[in-house]
């Protein structure tokens, strides 16, 4: 019997929108803003991947969101979060916070910092229903999760000490050492996202690089496999 390995389609960084405000630099991965490329517009609940790099004493100032579930993922630097939910938070490299926006919510983040850069990821994935009560979570790294390759983050029941999402989603972070792997399973009916923060890194035999992300709508098994450099990546299972 032939076993066939489940096909991708890979996204290149290079090809990802891109907008230079001065004190932002950011990178789409699915249109965004005045980014809109009509064959990149998500993937099943997943809406947005934004790559963000902010300068010293720079950021978003208060402004409104509904009805999207919006997660940030610290990767250098100090975020400083603040939202109508009287949430004031500074998240560091490794943090997340996962707000539901719900039926609506207003919230600025900022780089707290006068001298260091604050770099990270902004993703926002759409609500199971829409008009929901707002709300706002964290997930911090631990001992357990800290000695694991891949560590659930977010997922819709909060399992493992995740920060829960409106949606049927889980995400892993991924970090594995030179030559490392880790597998995952791909049920019926879901579909597969991987967004390479640091590479170079095999999905199966799919060769990815930073900023690079891969998906897959075929169930089956994956291997993520780090070459001769540290990986870190983020997996999204999705329904």
Same mark, same amino acid.
């Given at each position: 019997?032939?076993?066939?390995?489940?096909?991708?389609?890979?996204?290149?960084?290079?090809?990802?929108?891109?907008?230079?405000?001065?004190?932002?630099?950011?990178?789409?991965?699915?249109?965004?803003?005045?980014?809109?490329?009509?064959?990149?517009?998500?993937?099943?609940?997943?809406?947005?991947?934004?790559?963000?790099?902010?300068v010293?004493?720079?950021?978003?100032?208060?402004?409104?969101?509904?009805?999207?579930?919006?997660?940030?993922?610290? *990767? !250098?630097?100090?975020? &400083?979060?603040?939202?109508?939910?009287?949430n004031? #938070?500074? =998240?560091?490299?490794?943090? @997340?916070?996962?707000?539901?926006?719900?039926?609506?919510?207003?919230?600025?983040?900022?780089?707290?910092?006068?001298?260091?850069?604050?770099?990270?990821?902004?993703?926002?994935?759409?609500?199971?229903?829409?008009?929901?009560?707002?709300?706002?979570?964290?997930?911090?790294?631990?001992?357990?999760?800290?000695?694991?390759?891949?560590?659930?983050?977010?997922?819709?029941?909060?399992?493992?000490?995740?920060?829960?999402?409106?949606?049927?989603?889980?995400?892993?972070?991924?970090? *594995? !050492?030179?030559?490392? &792997?880790?597998s995952h399973?791909?049920?019926?009916? #879901?579909? =597969?996202?991987?967004?390479? @923060?640091?590479?170079?890194?095999?999905?199966?035999?799919?060769?990815?690089?930073?900023?690079?992300?891969?998906?897959?709508?075929?169930?089956g098994?994956?291997?993520?496999?780090?070459?001769?450099?540290?990986?870190?990546?983020?997996?999204?299972?999705?329904?």
């Amino acid at each position: 019997m032939t076993i066939t390995s489940p096909s991708i389609t890979v996204r290149q960084a290079k090809d990802r929108g891109h907008a230079q405000h001065g004190w932002l630099d950011s990178h789409h991965t699915f249109s965004f803003g005045h980014y809109v490329d009509p064959e990149h517009m998500g993937f099943r609940s997943l809406r947005v991947i934004n790559q963000d790099r902010v300068v010293p004493g720079a950021g978003f100032p208060k402004h409104p969101h509904r009805d999207m579930e919006i997660f940030s993922y610290v *990767l !250098e630097g100090s975020l &400083s979060h603040e939202d109508s939910m009287g949430n004031a #938070r500074e =998240l560091k490299p490794g943090q @997340i916070q996962l707000m539901s926006a719900g039926s609506g919510v207003t919230h600025s983040e900022f780089n707290p910092s006068k001298s260091e850069p604050l770099h990270f990821l902004q993703i926002w994935i759409e609500p199971r229903e829409k008009g929901l009560e707002p709300n706002y979570t964290e997930w911090h790294s631990n001992k357990e999760s800290d000695s694991i390759s891949k560590a659930l983050v977010i997922s819709a029941d909060g399992r493992d000490h995740s920060a829960k999402i409106q949606q049927d989603a889980g995400v892993y972070r991924i970090r *594995l !050492e030179p030559g490392g &792997s880790v597998s995952h399973t791909l049920a019926e009916g #879901r579909g =597969l996202w991987l967004q390479v @923060i640091n590479g170079p890194v095999r999905l199966n035999e799919t060769a990815l690089f930073s900023g690079d992300g891969a998906s897959s709508e075929e169930a089956g098994d994956f291997t993520v496999t780090a070459q001769d450099e540290k990986v870190e990546a983020l997996l999204f299972d999705l329904r």
